[in-house]
């Protein structure tokens, strides 16, 4: 019995160190695949140019790097004719051009209708100041007659 518990306290102890040493090397990062990506953070591959320049088009005038050369934050890799970009810059400001222009025409259009509702406003409330006159008129009229009738028949 104490032989038994014996290997099962030294297999303990093995598979806690083995759990240690585990977690030590993940947090750590001191493997082959870390070192390996450390080192090679530094170097320029043509895969890394690949997926950087996937979207960007145009003619290689300069290429200042070579592959497996180490390069720096900020070091121009190469360099690109802007042609195409910046045609393609002047087509977006003409489009946003033409989008100010049809957004200030119907502003215009805008400001232009309101005028006339302002105008149909006041002219629709001077018709109802000439229908609230001629109201008033004829009553005064009706009234007058009324009054001339009385004064006729009553004598």
């Known amino acids: 019995m104490n032989l038994k518990k014996k290997s099962i306290v030294i297999c303990?102890?093995?598979?806690l160190l083995f759990l240690i040493s585990g977690i030590t090397l993940m947090y750590k990062g001191n493997d082959a695949i870390a070192?390996?990506?450390?080192?090679k953070d530094g170097i320029l591959t043509a895969e890394q140019v690949k997926l950087?320049?996937?979207?960007v088009s145009g003619r290689l005038i300069k290429e200042?790097?070579?592959e497996g050369q180490e390069v720096k934050k900020g070091d121009i890799i190469m360099q690109l004719d802007s042609t195409d970009?910046?045609?393609?810059?002047?087509?977006?400001?003409?489009?946003?051009?033409?989008?100010?222009a049809q957004i200030n025409s119907q502003n215009g259009a805008i400001n232009v209708e309101y005028a006339m509702t302002d105008t149909q406003e006041v002219q629709t409330f001077n018709q109802i100041d000439q229908q609230k006159a001629?109201?008033?008129s004829a009553q005064a009229t009706y009234k007058n007659k009324q009054i001339d009738y009385n004064e006729s028949y009553n004598f």
């Open 12 to 15: 303990g102890i093995f598979v």
């Open 35 to 39: 070192l390996a990506i450390e080192k």
């Open 52 to 55: 950087s320049f996937d979207s």
């Open 64 to 66: 200042a790097i070579k």
């Open 85 to 100: 970009t910046d045609l393609s810059i002047e087509k977006t400001k003409a489009q946003i051009a033409q989008l100010d």
């Open 134 to 136: 001629a109201i008033a």
